[in-house]
């Protein structure tokens, strides 16, 4: 009999090939079900010259083939670069220039129209999930293709692009669990970060993060390790979530603050006829939760369910404030997890005493020392004792905690989004008539934020506000396209030509006691 891994997806249609595994909507697969679908899905990438090492990219929603196909990557000795499904072809084609990914695995209702990201590129497939297109191998043709058994050592290696510092996307290889497997610390901490949220055999999970961030696949290959149940939500919606916790008996989810704060304005009624007493263990996180939320998720959800962390694609999860404490500790982000050491900093960059506020760096056994293809971060970034920037200002309190009060970077964070203001002037400094471009998060009820644009016209044009935002559909995905635009004569700048931000920001946080 041939030895299979643990906790792999291969162990439990050995154990209990006949248990259903995950579902979406009324489609559902049994372990063994899942298992025959990877093996055929592999085959069928090996057929078309997909190899161990390539990186290939699954740019989908959150949908019951993503564990098909990241699984059948496993089986390959592929990494997946989990892409962001909303993005343009002009974004698109930067990432796969940059990662040097060669398979492009794509769930687009038109995928002719991400053709140009492919051109003169390396990408030697393309695949659609959905929809038909000139160029593009059809999934239901991989899972068509006859195929022996294949074992896989566990998830494959994941890939995520984040903006970092500049507003350019940079890929973060996430690789702390391989090194786990010879370091002591790494093993200790994801064993620490996995016991703050922890999942036991037999739970039902609910899944509504996206696959293209760092949460979405770590929470379904989390229920995979332990053979829990995963129930997916393709697009999230306040009703159907609840409604699937009722239907379910869902033990289990994760949410950013967004997806609460839609669940919270909801009818009573609505709000009534779910029953939600299955729900053992909440999660939030990706954005600052403000208190009364977290109060409304207690008297709703019942207390003592939620937990909140804290961390970065750059560093992995930094701290985790336990259930219930968000009453002893209001505002704070918890403590941080274990090997982990968090130092708040002046301009000057000296350590500061507890209690004072300044920039946060911190050090974890999941630090990257440079993004995918990069060189290596500079001190500015990741210090020579092994500090990483994270780019928010907070302070530490008497006892450790940590609470987070503004952001150095410019980046906003929107819906549990992080968008790159760089990234986006960038982007609407393409219209003709845009001198130079300002973009700010301001406050939002449901969101935490949303972008807002200052432009400065080119002498002698003109431009509405509405023909900017038009144009930036070109350029731009529509969470990063400006919520409002406002034409200013001149933008604010120091006497060095510095953009100064805080003076944009300041009239639309003035009087809040948290500035993100």
């Known amino acids: 009999m041939t030895t299979v891994t643990p906790a792999t997806l291969e162990h439990w249609a050995r154990e209990k090939p006949d248990v259903v595994a995950i579902v979406e909507g009324d ?3 049994t372990y063994r079900a899942w298992n025959d679908a990877a093996d055929r899905v592999a085959a069928g990438l090996d057929r078309h010259g997909v190899r161990r090492g390539d990186i290939v990219v699954l740019r989908t929603q959150i949908r019951l083939d993503w564990g098909i196909l990241a699984s059948a990557l496993a089986k390959l000795g592929c990494s997946l670069l989990a892409l962001n499904w909303r993005l343009t072809a002009a974004e698109t084609q930067y990432v796969l220039g940059n990662s040097g990914a060669t398979v492009v695995i794509c769930d687009d209702p038109d995928p002719a129209a991400l053709k140009p990201a492919f051109d003169g590129l390396n990408v030697k497939l393309a695949v659609s999930i959905d929809t038909p297109a000139e160029g593009f191998v059809s999934f239901a043709e991989l899972l068509a293709e006859p195929a022996t058994p294949r074992f896989s050592e566990g998830n494959p ?27 002591s610390r790494a093993a200790e901490y994801l064993q620490d970060v ?13 899944l509504t993060l996206p696959m293209h961030h760092g949460a979405g696949p770590a929470a379904l290959w989390g229920a995979l390790r332990l053979g829990n149940r995963i129930v997916l939500l393709r697009r999230f919606d306040p009703a159907t979530t609840l409604a699937l916790i009722d239907h379910h008996k869902v033990t289990a989810w994760t949410g950013v603050p967004t997806m609460y704060k839609r669940i919270a304005a909801l009818p009573r009624q609505e709000l009534d006829k779910h029953e939600v007493s299955s729900l053992r263990l909440l999660g939030v996180g990706a954005a600052p939760v403000p208190p009364a939320l977290k109060d409304w998720i207690d008297g709703y959800f019942g ?93 530490l309190d008497e006892d450790g905690y940590l609470f987070i009060t503004d952001r150095a970077k410019d980046m906003i964070i929107s819906g549990g989004v992080n968008l790159y203001p760089a990234e986006i002037e960038a982007g609407l400094l393409r219209h003709p008539a845009v001198l130079d471009a300002a973009v700010i998060g301001i406050p939002d009820d449901e969101f935490g934020e949303q972008v807002k644009a ?63």
Do not use: C
């Not at 290696?157 to 290889?173: A, N």
């Not at 996995?194 to 609910?206: E, F, I, N």
């Not at 003109?462 to 001149?490: F, W």
């Open 454 to 516: 200052f432009i400065e016209l080119r002498p002698g044009t003109a431009a509405s506000p509405e023909e900017i935002i038009e144009h930036a559909k070109q350029h731009l995905a529509s969470y990063k396209r400006p919520k409002s635009v406002e034409i200013v004569a001149e933008l604010p700048r120091n006497t060095m030509g510095k953009l100064l931000k805080r003076e944009l920001r300041e009239p639309y946080w003035r009087g809040r006691e948290r500035r993100v």
């Open 303 to 395: 207390a003592g369910k939620l937990s909140e962390g804290y961390g970065s694609t750059e560093t992995g999860m930094i701290t985790h404030l336990a259930p219930g404490m968000h009453r002893l500790k209001p505002g704070s982000s918890g403590l941080p997890h274990k090997h982990v050491e968090i130092r708040i900093r002046d301009d000057a960059g000296r350590d500061l005493p507890a209690g004072e506020v300044g920039e946060i760096w911190v050090r974890t056994p999941a630090n990257i020392a440079q993004y995918l293809n990069g060189k290596p971060l500079g001190p500015d970034t990741l210090d020579s004792e092994g500090f990483f920037r994270v780019g928010d200002v907070g302070r």
């Open 157 to 183: 290696p994941l890939v995520i692009y984040t903006s970092g510092t500049t507003g350019l996307p940079k890929g973060v290889v996430m690789n702390t669990q391989q090194a786990a497997k010879t370091d």
């Open 194 to 206: 996995s016991a703050r949220r922890p999942q036991v055999a037999g739970d039902v999970v609910l």
């Open 27 to 29: 489609r559902s697969l």
